[in-house]
């Protein structure tokens, strides 16, 4: 598997707890390297165009509303199946359902302040770290 990027974000439940620097932590243990990184602090709308492809779910206001209501930390992570590998370290989006040691079993106060979120699939990655990033902020 060669070298993949994906696209991170630690979000306002986590931040407000003042937990970036142990989740990086956690994304360094398994491999994952921080090759951007910066803290925002999203509007509402802005926050509705990221999460666009939920805008028919129930829960899109009280997502899009929890997103814009602290400080946010968007991060691009390199690594071998980065993608996957991410996926593996956040846990399941449930907290209740993630296994031991992942990020969301140690930190996330529920289904929707689950504390990360990680890009789904390559192509997911891609356009998702084109929303946040310009391509000489990523350093790998
Ligand atoms: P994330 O990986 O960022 O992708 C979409 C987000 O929607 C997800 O994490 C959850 O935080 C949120 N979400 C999913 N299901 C629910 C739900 N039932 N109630 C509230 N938020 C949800």
């Keep these: ?5 994906t696209f ?7 931040t407000k707890r003042n937990l970036t620097g142990v989740i ?9 390297r921080v090759v951007a990184q910066k803290r925002i602090h999203l509007s509402k709308a ?9 805008a028919e779910r129930p829960f899109y206001d009280e997502l899009c509303e929890f997103m814009a ?18 996926r593996e370290v956040m ?3 449930n907290p209740a359902e993630a296994d031991e ?20 699939a390559p192509e997911t990655a891609a356009e998702e770290i084109a929303y946040f990033f310009a391509g000489l ?3 790998g």
């Excluded at 598997?1 to 990027?5: E, L, S, V």
């Excluded at 802005?46 to 939920?54: I, R």
């Excluded at 930190?107 to 979120?117: D, K, Q, R, T, Y």
């Design 1 to 5: 598997m060669a070298i993949q990027r």
């Design 137 to 139: 902020e990523i350093v």
């Design 24 to 32: 990086n932590a956690k994304f360094e243990a398994a491999g994952l």
């Design 8 to 14: 991170s974000i630690i979000k306002p439940d986590a």
């Design 69 to 86: 209501s602290e400080p946010i930390v968007v991060q691009v992570l390199e690594g071998e199946n980065a993608v996957l590998k991410n």
């Design 101 to 120: 040691g992942t990020i969301r079993k140690e930190f996330a106060l529920s289904i929707g302040e689950n504390s990360v979120h990680g890009s789904d």
């Design 91 to 93: 846990g399941a989006t």
């Design 46 to 54: 802005q926050a509705g165009v990221f999460y666009a492809v939920h």
